[in-house]
């Protein structure tokens, strides 16, 4: 979709496949503007319990700044977790009331997907063909998986402790998190260790060009899972 805005018979904007990602799964409270993958704007705050008082000023900020309206965009992405339950919940519910008689289509982004894709070019670049993605989820439990880059293998999502988490570490592996570990043979990037929601526009953007959308009516969080023996390709 091709979208303009006129003030004064004047062109303001420009744009093409615009999606707006929201990411509410972790501490981060935060909204990306993208246009065909490149993020035009973001908004980020990195600090607990401030979803429900600045999600929806994120949201006004973006369209106001941007000179669009919730019409103009393709497609409404949000992080389904797992992560926060709190956080998971409001964003879920932000956007479902967004959605609600709208034909903006829906592109649903699981969290650990998304730091997959954040840091694929960094596994790239040093030829690591595993990524591993992990969030806290209290205490000293994990949220973990593992995706294969030459086999485009995943496991399923673990729930793990964080010793135990220590014990499987490898220096073959990629990991992105939103939680510094502070271990010495941690293979890592600093921009990987705090979600963003320009992690899940790249990973929107990615479902968008395959036309992998979803149903806001039918959709249900990732508030937890339990680890399963299984692998499936993504």
Request: charge should be negative; hydrophobic fraction near 40%; proline fraction near 2%.
């Given at each position: 979709?091709?979208?303009?805005?006129?003030s004064?018979?004047?062109?303001?904007?420009?744009?093409?496949?615009?999606?707006?990602?929201?990411?509410?799964?972790?501490?981060?409270?935060?909204?990306?503007?993208?246009?065909?993958?490149d993020?035009?704007?973001?908004?980020?705050?990195?600090?607990?319990?401030?979803?429900?008082?600045?999600?929806?000023?994120?949201?006004?900020?973006?369209?106001?700044?941007?000179?669009?309206?919730?019409?103009?965009?393709?497609?409404?992405?949000?992080?389904?977790?797992p992560?926060?339950?709190t956080?998971?919940?409001?964003?879920?519910?932000?956007?479902?009331?967004?959605?609600?008689?709208?034909?903006?289509?829906?592109?649903?982004?699981?969290t650990?997907?998304?730091?997959?894709?954040?840091?694929?070019?960094?596994?790239?670049?040093?030829?690591?063909?595993?990524?591993?993605?992990?969030?806290?989820?209290?205490?000293?439990?994990?949220?973990?998986?593992?995706?294969?880059?030459?086999?485009?293998?995943?496991?399923?999502?673990?729930?793990?402790?964080?010793?135990?988490?220590?014990?499987?570490?490898?220096?073959?592996?990629?990991?992105?998190?939103n939680?510094?570990?502070?271990?010495?043979?941690?293979?890592t990037l600093?921009?990987?260790?705090?979600?963003?929601?320009?992690?899940?526009?790249?990973r929107?953007?990615?479902?968008?060009?395959q036309?992998?959308?979803?149903?806001?009516?039918?959709?249900?969080?990732?508030?937890?899972?339990?680890?399963?023996?299984?692998?499936?390709?993504?």
């Open positions: 979709m091709e979208t303009t805005q006129n004064g018979n004047v062109l303001r904007m420009k744009y093409s496949n615009l999606i707006l990602s929201i990411e509410t799964s972790s501490n981060t409270c935060g909204i990306a503007l993208s246009s065909n993958g993020v035009i704007s973001e908004y980020s705050y990195f600090a607990k319990n401030n979803h429900d008082k600045l999600l929806a000023e994120y949201f006004s900020r973006t369209l106001i700044d941007s000179e669009i309206q919730i019409t103009d965009l393709d497609a409404i992405a949000l992080s389904t977790g992560g926060s339950f956080g998971i919940r409001i964003g879920s519910a932000f956007v479902k009331g967004l959605l609600f008689g709208s034909k903006v289509k829906f592109i649903a982004v699981p650990l997907e998304s730091l997959q894709s954040a840091s694929l070019e960094f596994a790239k670049s040093l030829q690591k063909d595993v990524i591993a993605s992990y969030i806290k989820s209290h205490k000293d439990l994990y949220f973990y998986q593992e995706f294969n880059l030459s086999t485009l293998i995943r496991t399923e999502i673990e729930i793990i402790e964080e010793n135990n988490l220590k014990e499987r570490l490898s220096k073959d592996v990629i990991y992105a998190g939680y510094n570990l502070n271990f010495e043979q941690l293979k600093s921009g990987l260790q705090k979600l963003t929601p320009r992690f899940v526009a790249k929107a953007y990615e479902k968008f060009t036309n992998e959308f979803d149903d806001i009516e039918s959709y249900t969080p990732l508030y937890q899972l339990d680890f399963t023996p299984k692998t499936k390709v993504f």
